[in-house]
């Protein structure tokens, strides 16, 4: 371990306890359902990420949960694996769910500040208002020659007042990018057999319907999401970039209707930044009697 960084008392029982394989270095993030730390390996001499789940859930999730992730971490050992476009797939998820009847998804703009928080999932939950949690890791593979691959972890943690938070769901699906939609449907469908959701001919149409045909469209709407989460509130640079992903988009598919929705609302927060002739012209004077011209009292 080097000495200039600060050793917390769960990093120092943890270097304790793996010292005779691994040197623990520091951590690297900490989520509501574990910690990662950067440690190197003794016996193969290369860097390596520790997953500790937190003391709470170890017993909830038991030892076979520890062998899928395994299994997983192995396949994503690949040069040509990148962790993309979550943000997108995030938001695809979240409109599928609020599909299903009975059920009260939280808007976009209240979890995102979750998205890296390490807050433990029973505080969240109070804060959010809610009895379960869906989280998911997402990898892309893209494999050389062939169609790209996506990897989703989803969980679906149920809290209770007063208990633990418990495992409701959680299964790792694997899809083509041809197959992504298919992948929304089967995790709205899952949930909603966890949570005794009975579903019509009709939900399960929605869930399962694609918004677009054309993949390499719908691969730039993914990129516009995962570049700016957040448009409102987007600096000029990032809004730009996500304008030309999803100008791509429907470049690709003229009707793409979620493309066209994003493009414009990137636009509309994009131009209040845009310099115009007029604008470079006004005087600080003309900017407060445009102000004050736009005052009203009541």
Not at 94 to 104: E, H, I, K, V, W
Not at 189 to 208: C, F
Request: proline share 6%; glycine share 8%; net charge positive.
């Amino acid at each position: 371990m080097t000495a200039d960084r600060e050793e917390t008392p769960a990093l120092g029982a943890l270097a304790a306890t793996l010292a005779d394989r691994y040197r623990v270095e520091r951590e690297l993030g900490r989520g509501g359902m574990a910690t990662v730390y950067l440690a190197q390996d003794l016996r193969h001499d290369r860097p390596v990420a520790l997953k500790v789940l937190h003391a709470e859930l170890a017993e909830v999730l038991g030892p076979e949960r520890f062998r899928r992730e395994i299994r997983t971490a192995a396949r994503l050992q690949h040069p040509h694996i990148l962790a993309v476009h979550d943000d997108g797939i995030s938001d695809e998820i979240r409109g599928r769910l609020s599909m299903l009847p009975g059920l009260r998804v939280i808007a976009r703009g209240s979890s995102m500040p979750y998205k890296k928080s390490t807050l433990a999932p029973e505080r969240i939950a109070h804060e959010l208002g809610v009895g379960y949690l869906l989280t998911a890791t997402v990898r892309w593979e893209k494999v050389p020659g062939g169609p790209s691959k996506v990897n989703v972890s989803p969980e679906l943690v149920e809290v209770r007042s007063g208990g633990a938070p418990s495992i409701k769901w959680q299964q790792p699906i694997e899809a083509s990018l041809a197959g992504v939609f298919q992948l929304y449907a089967d995790i709205g469908s899952r949930v909603a057999q966890a949570l005794g959701v009975v579903l019509s001919d009709s939900t399960r149409w929605q869930l399962a319907e694609k918004p677009t045909e054309n993949l390499a469209a719908y691969d730039a709407y993914l990129k516009g999401e995962q570049v700016a989460p957040n448009l409102f509130f987007g600096d000029p640079l990032t809004l730009r970039r996500a304008v030309d992903y999803y100008a791509r988009a429907v470049a690709l598919d003229s009707t793409f209707g979620q493309a066209w929705a994003r493009l414009s609302l990137a636009h509309s927060s994009l131009y209040p930044t845009t310099p115009t002739p007029a604008r470079a012209s006004r005087t600080p004077r003309d900017h407060r009697s445009a102000t004050m011209g736009r005052c009203e009292i009541t």
